[in-house]
């Protein structure tokens, strides 16, 4: 647990020294906020037209705003994961410290563990700028909590999906482009992949539904923690740690 | 304590290293030599746990390192080739680091400050890695192997890069560091092995070609000693009194300048001639202007190991792996 500890600390200690935490904060904040701003526009006209008597739906902050908002929030990981997570191996790689690593009394599983949890922490950091824009719900309505709060479990768990897949992509290849474009590709397929559900038949629209990232997100942003979901996401991250230990584990072998 | 037995590595058909085995004792500097590409970067990567031998066994400190990688890493100090540094760390940031991953749990900052002292990179300690100089990265590096204060270093040509006051710098600290660690480094400068192991192991090609002290290397190549003198004064008659002399089976007049001659005297083994030649000449009348023993260097017997390997092998196609 120290090792992964450690590790964990350098990790973040890199994102923040570079400019690659900044960029990734400062952009993600600067989306979440065009969002927020755009669905808060949305939801005041809709309950002022409300409140002048016109017909409309029944007014639901949580429904309305929050959880398009954070629907919206996984569009924005999908652009920006692929440059937190394209540099944690191949950098390793090119530097040479992956041999200070690999030769140290630590297990792969430890170095891995702590490389995820350094990119989590990262990640973490980011949602924890948007508490802004949810304190200004709180001080001015009165949005439920929980919902909010199984929203945002499902977008952490969402984007530790996505970081461990990152991971496991940045551990297959040298070159850090090849790794953001890889990651980001995959990203993107598992976000789609359920579109051409309707065209391939019910048993492998099924499949595709359960493979599709997104498709797991829908029950947590409405605020219903289905034990289906939540072992979706924690086994998809096991895999893609798994995966990546594996992929590291054979890189010793070919040298 | 380092004991390597018949390993083997192979890259699909490419056999890096070949059924190498040599055994390295505690306090003892065992060099590692051989050119580019022999494979002696593979071996070290293997004693040090990075990658697995696809034949044989490496134990450290009585550790094999298959078996138990945990335990055998914590006693092995590892300097790669390229120092393993994190640039954008300063230099004590990424000796906490490494402590820690090192296993040291008491007291990491007074040995981060002690080995920072050690390895004379204290003035640099705030300093960002990546900003340092050549020199200092290396050092950084020794620093990072010893923190943990192993019972085995692994050096891979530990003073590649650095500055000749460096060099002598360095080699004088691995000299310090002998007394309480096995010591394995590799190299291809041939002096450096001279002078700082006790023993040599030549590789070639993957193979071991040679185990032997550097002086019995020498003594190996060579049975004798030669002379090499300069002496003032007709260069036939010069050398025929030399080669009158008891003990001396062949005088080669190497150059001749003006009134002056260079020659090499080879004498038989066992019996040092140098007294007699320098009396020759007197007597003569002649000047000896210079004469001193010409030591067989480790370059010959490398260079000569090398051919033979070449004669005795069929020629294959220089490997290029160490940097994989």
């Known amino acids: 647990m120290r090792n992964v500890l450690a590790i964990a600390e350098r990790e973040l200690r890199a994102y923040f020294s570079s400019p ?76 040479g410290t992956i041999e200070l690593l690999l030769t140290s009394p630590v297990t792969d599983v430890e170095i891995i563990l702590g490389k995820f949890l350094g990119a989590m922490t990262l990640y973490a950091a980011m949602l924890a700028v948007t508490i802004i824009h949810l304190s200004l719900l709180f001080i001015y309505g009165n949005p439920e909590w929980k919902p909010i709060a199984t929203g945002y479990l499902g977008l952490f768990l969402m984007g530790g999906c996505f970081l461990s897949v990152g991971l496991l992509i940045s551990s297959l290849t040298k070159n850090q482009v090849v790794a953001a474009m890889a990651t980001f590709a995959v990203f993107l397929m598992l976000w789609v992949i359920n579109w051409i559900g309707a065209f391939v038949g019910p048993t492998a629209q099924a499949v595709l539904q359960h493979l599709s990232i997104t498709e797991h997100f829908d029950d947590f942003s409405r605020g219903i923690i289905d034990t289906k979901h939540l072992i979706y996401y924690l086994s998809f991250i096991a895999f893609g740690l798994f995966l990546t230990m594996k992929s590291v584990d054979s890189e010793r072998w070919r040298g | ?251 080669i007049v190497a150059e001749t300048k003006d009134d002056a001659g260079v020659f090499e005297v080879d004498s038989e083994k066992g019996s040092d001639v140098r007294r007699e030649l320098a009396s020759a000449i007197v007597r003569g009348g002649w000047g000896l202007l210079e004469m001193r023993p010409m030591r067989v260097s480790l370059e010959d017997v490398f260079v000569s190991l090398m051919t033979e390997e070449k004669t005795t092998d069929e020629p294959a196609a220089e490997p290029e792996v160490a940097n994989a």
Request: a positive charge; aromatic letters at 8%.
């Open chain 1, 20 to 95: 690659i935490a900044y960029v990734v904060i400062g952009f993600f904040s600067l989306l979440y906020g065009y969002f927020f701003y755009a669905l808060l526009s949305y939801f005041e006209r809709q309950s002022m037209q409300m409140g002048m008597g016109q017909p409309g739906q029944v007014m639901n902050i949580n429904q309305m705003l929050i959880g398009p908002v954070l629907v919206n929030a996984t569009v924005i990981l999908l652009f920006v994961f692929p440059a937190i997570t394209m540099r944690t191996y191949s950098e390793e790689k090119r530097q």
């Open chain 2, 1 to 251: 304590m380092i004991e390597v037995q018949h390993l083997t590595k192979r890259y699909g058909p490419f056999t890096a290293v070949d059924n190498v085995s040599f055994r390295a004792e505690s306090g003892e500097i065992l060099g590692f030599l051989g050119p580019n590409g022999a494979g002696k970067t593979t071996t070290m990567r293997i004693i040090t746990g990075y990658m697995p031998a696809t034949e044989g066994t490496a134990v450290v400190a009585g550790f094999d390192v298959f078996d138990k990688p945990i335990e055998a890493k914590k006693r092995t100090g590892y300097l790669p080739e390229t120092p393993p540094l994190y640039p954008d760390m300063t230099v004590r940031e990424y000796l906490m680091f490494v402590a820690k991953i090192k296993g040291v749990r008491k007291d990491i900052k007074g040995r981060v400050d002690a080995v920072m002292k050690r390895t004379w990179v204290a003035d640099m300690s705030e300093r960002q890695c990546g900003r340092l100089s050549k020199g200092y990265r290396q050092r950084v590096g020794l620093a990072q192997a010893i923190i943990h204060e192993p019972e085995v270093l692994v050096l891979d040509e530990p003073t590649a890069g650095l500055d000749p006051k460096q060099i002598i710098e360095t080699r004088q600290l691995i000299r310090e560091l002998a007394g309480t660690h096995t010591i394995v480094l590799s190299t291809h400068i041939l002096p450096e092995v001279a002078q700082t192991c006790k023993k040599v192991v030549i590789i070639n090609k993957g193979k071991v070609v040679a185990e032997d002290t550097p002086d019995g290397l020498t003594e190996r190549l060579h049975g004798s000693i030669s002379v090499y003198m300069q002496a003032q004064g007709p260069v036939e008659d010069v050398q025929r009194a030399l080669q009158s002399v008891r003990g001396v089976t062949r005088v």
